[in-house]
């Protein structure tokens, strides 16, 4: 019913088909005939498909990576409103990928994405403001964000806030968090943690730290 929906013309039949496709959920993965899909659904002014249109091009998925293109359906999207866009043409324009660096507005985006409560864009900004990449080191503000990240489930947002009660001396605070990082994080993102914890100095927080992340990853 739902290919009958796409094909009829419907685009969020078109854009829901598309990432079954995608995952290969209920149907065999077939990567270049979502991207087809998303293409047809973004046709018809379909955001979140022009967005993942854009997530084709910059990952290579159903076709080979084009940064540039990827960039170009961000911008698009973003500029129409959505949240999802934002974040990843900020991430582009963050490392220079298929776009000229531009650090101030990565920040710009992110900050849009952010009071549209998106987690990740919120971790994002968390980010800039402790590493002062596009003004002033601010640590007060990069522990809000990374709090409110985490707090909206962002796991990168977890291990950050994590992070940042262990060198407050809060352990026992930022176990609970760490847990849900490894839960909801990915393997590769669980392994890095657990190396970064493990080289920490805080007292009781390295080995409580991993054991916590690898539990939340167990469960």
Request: aromatic letters at 10%; one cysteine or more; a negative charge.
């Amino acid at each position: 019913m739902l290919h009958e929906a796409a094909a009829a013309g419907n685009a969020d039949a078109q854009a829901i088909y598309a990432q079954m496709l995608l995952d290969g959920v209920e149907v065999p993965a077939d990567p270049p005939a979502a991207l087809r899909w998303f293409v047809k659904a973004a046709a018809q002014q379909h955001l979140m498909a022009l967005n993942m249109v854009g997530r084709c091009y910059d990952l290579g998925w159903g076709t080979a990576p084009d940064k540039a293109r990827a960039a170009e359906c961000y911008r698009v999207a973003a500029e129409r409103g959505l949240d999802w866009a934002m974040y990843n043409y900020a991430t582009l324009l963050a490392l220079g990928n298929g776009v000229a660096e531009d650090k101030a507005a990565a920040l710009m985006w992110l900050e849009k994405a952010a009071a549209m409560d998106n987690a990740k864009a919120i971790n994002f900004v968390g980010s800039f403001a402790e590493d002062g990449w596009a003004g002033p080191r601010d640590m007060a503000k990069a522990a809000d964000c990374y709090a409110r990240a985490a707090a909206g489930g962002d796991f990168r947002g977890a291990f950050n806030h994590a992070r940042m009660l262990g060198a407050a001396g809060d352990v026992d605070a930022a176990l609970p968090w760490l847990r849900q990082a490894g839960a909801t994080g990915n393997a590769r993102f669980v392994e890095q943690a657990a190396t970064w914890l493990s080289a920490s100095d805080i007292a009781g927080f390295s080995t409580r730290g991993v054991d916590a992340l690898r539990e939340g990853a167990t469960c």
